[in-house]
């Protein structure tokens, strides 16, 4: 399985694409550390520690979330049966080894791609930013437990989920009233709750063992009650997309929205992806941004999550992509540029979805004097990186976005104009309508982008 | 309908087709016969405009495929290889996709007929992926005709359908053609090749070895077997 994974990236974008993609991430973490001291009386190092924590356990959270799309999501990334993935169809591997092995690979990818990557970068800078060099093993162990941490969390919660909705939803009230519960006795701090955070600025046993713990225990449950059978039930349903695109007829491309939505709605998960891939992290950034006031006092908190929720919400593209390949239309009469501007008006459709969270984030925080800078900036943010998406990806951004000059071009194209945004609101929430200005270049991406993909052909693999 | 003049694709450094040269006219049953990997998928994919050859032209209804890809692909229909419908629309629904990118009007009694001449009424409100492949490529053929296309681009017309539902097509694909239609399809199934088709062209290693009427051998008492096998084993020890 890792020697498909590489090739069926290296093939795409070269091995030396491939391979430099954790070198672009120890960059940028150098980078980044680097210029640490500069915003240290703004950002103290726990919070910047606090940060890169919520970083990593949010991309668990993301990546278990594969867990929920089971086959489909196999099936669309690599392709039919002829991978690994599939060799219990003709080999003697039972399905539960096959789908625990494409686990571990998986974390080991994300591990090597990612988190070493980062910490090797960190560490590259702690000699110009007087830190000790071990701070980087420590970040990289911290790191590593905190991405084990979520990607562990969510297969619990999607195992709870592919046995009953009432397990899964009776499971988070009894946990959400503990966790009440412990507030009000003010037993729950950050370190209790995020025991990484805890073993990188205290390192001993016992927030090692409560993050094992952590990690273990919802691990093991679901790999025993994980649901690897996939049922035999043929699914029948009336011709749903005629009434629908009648509706939408008036946006134009009314079939393509409506099956993007069918593809949403019908695939294993259903709703379930959106509640793991997208809600769950969004509500553990407003948690998180809750606590970041506490060290930095000038923040608003709803630009800074406006910005940063234009930014994953602009991952909804890769929902409406993952279903699909343009293969299907090839033999038809559709340009490429038809299918993406279809994708687009899905997009602004499924972006109502953000724009209703942050209203609600707005509305239960009192933060309303500042909803309007915040819906700018969430709005500019939001188009601007999709744009960047289109441009750089064309239809194609779950498979792309892992050669390294494409995720090069992405972090440039899109860390400046975010940090600048946030930082710039911290000054005064208002300059975060300087956001508008974006649309000038998401324009502009998505109209090249357009053109570019036009006459892409992709490799075969 | 077809003229293709000197075509060619290299994929890098491997040329799948070498300066090809044919031409087929209105109303024939033309069938491109060829080993697996001798170019015959992207020969299909580069008369329908889905790839631009690396040299050489193609016109295929009076369309430069290169210049009009689109134009070409509106005016015929094309069943591809191992290309499978949308997963999560159904039999019916994905037809009247098809329709309405093709801006095609009685949908119900166009999908209506297909699912009756290909037998697969029962399956119309399945899932795509959850139907067997035989019905996926009766539901691929379906697409293709739904439009009652003047040319036919098929990649192996009959892979996975049972003998049955071969007869009906084989049939379908002569009553087509007696009507005044044009089929290009590839396979390197011979008998079908030799029950149906005007004409063949062999293709091998991309090169075209052989093109003329399927009457040429079968008149003078040869099969096409025999042949075809003496062609290949011939250019491949040359």
Known sequence: ?461 | MIEADGLTKDYGSVTAVSGISFCVAEGELFGLLGPNGSGKTTMIRMLTGQIPPTSGSARVMGLDVADDPIGVRKLVGIIPEQETPPSFLTAEEYLHFVASIRHLDSVDERCDRWFDLLEFEDKRNVLCKDLSRGTRQKLMFAQAFLHEPKLALIDEPLINLDPIMQRTVKDFLQEYVRDGGTVFFSTHILEIAEEICDRIGIIHNGRLLHSGPIEDLTGSGRHLEPFFLDLVRGDTGA
């Open chain 1, 1 to 461: 399985m890792m020697k498909e994974e590489w090739r069926i990236h290296s093939t795409i974008f070269g091995s030396l694409g491939f391979a430099l993609f954790p070198a672009v991430v120890a960059f940028f973490a150098f980078l980044g550390s680097l210029t640490l001291p500069l915003f240290r009386d703004t950002l103290p190092y726990a919070a910047v520690a606090l940060l890169a924590q919520i970083l990593f356990l949010l991309m668990g959270v993301m990546v278990g979330s594969f867990g929920l799309m089971g086959r489909e999501f196999m099936n669309r990334r690599f392709g039919q049966a002829s991978l690994v993935a599939y060799a219990s169809r003709s080999l003697p591997v039972s399905e539960r080894r096959i789908f625990t092995a494409f686990l571990v690979k998986d974390t080991v990818y994300y591990i090597l791609l990612y988190v070493l990557p980062f910490a090797v970068g960190f560490a590259a800078a702690t000699p110009f930013i007087s830190l000790n060099p071990a701070w980087g093993l420590l970040a990289f162990v911290s790191l590593t437990l905190a991405f084990l941490m979520g990607l562990s969390i969510v297969c619990f919660l999607s195992t709870l989920y592919a046995h009953s909705v009432r397990l899964l939803a009776g499971t988070v009230v009894v946990l959400g009233v503990l966790a009440l519960a412990a507030l009000r006795l003010g037993a729950i701090t950050i370190s209790t709750v995020l025991p990484p955070y805890a073993f990188f600025l205290d390192p001993g046993p016992g927030p090692l063992a409560l993050a094992l713990l952590l990690i273990l225990v919802p691990s093991a449950v679901s790999v025993l009650f994980v649901t690897v059978e996939y049922p035999d039930r043929t699914k029948r349903f009336n011709n749903s997309l005629d009434p629908l695109a009648e509706r939408l007829r008036a946006l134009g491309s009314a079939h393509f929205i409506v099956k993007d939505a069918l593809d949403l709605l019908r695939s294993e998960g259903g709703a379930g992806k959106v509640i793991f891939s997208f809600l769950l992290p969004i509500g553990l950034i407003w948690v998180c941004l809750q606590i970041l006031i506490r060290f930095i006092p000038g923040i608003d908190p709803l630009v800074v999550f406006a910005v940063l929720l234009g930014v994953i919400s602009a991952t909804t593209y890769n929902w409406l992509t993952e279903f699909d390949s343009f293969s299907s239309y090839a033999f038809l009469p559709v340009k490429v540029s038809e299918v993406i501007d279809s994708k687009l008006k899905s997009y602004g459709l499924l972006g109502l979805l953000p724009l209703a969270v942050l209203v609600l984030a707005a509305a239960t925080s009192g933060g309303t004097g500042t909803f309007l800078p915040a819906l700018a900036a969430f709005l500019s943010v939001s188009a601007y990186t999709l744009a960047v998406t289109v441009y750089l990806t064309g239809l194609h951004p779950n498979v792309m976005l892992y050669s390294a000059g494409v995720f090069l071009r992405y972090l440039l194209a899109i860390s400046p104009a975010l940090l600048l945004l946030i930082f710039a609101s911290i000054l005064d929430p208002a300059y975060a309508f300087g956001s508008l200005l974006l649309i000038v270049p998401a324009a502009f991406l998505l109209f090249r982008g357009r053109v570019k993909w036009q006459a892409w052909e992709m490799p075969g693999y």
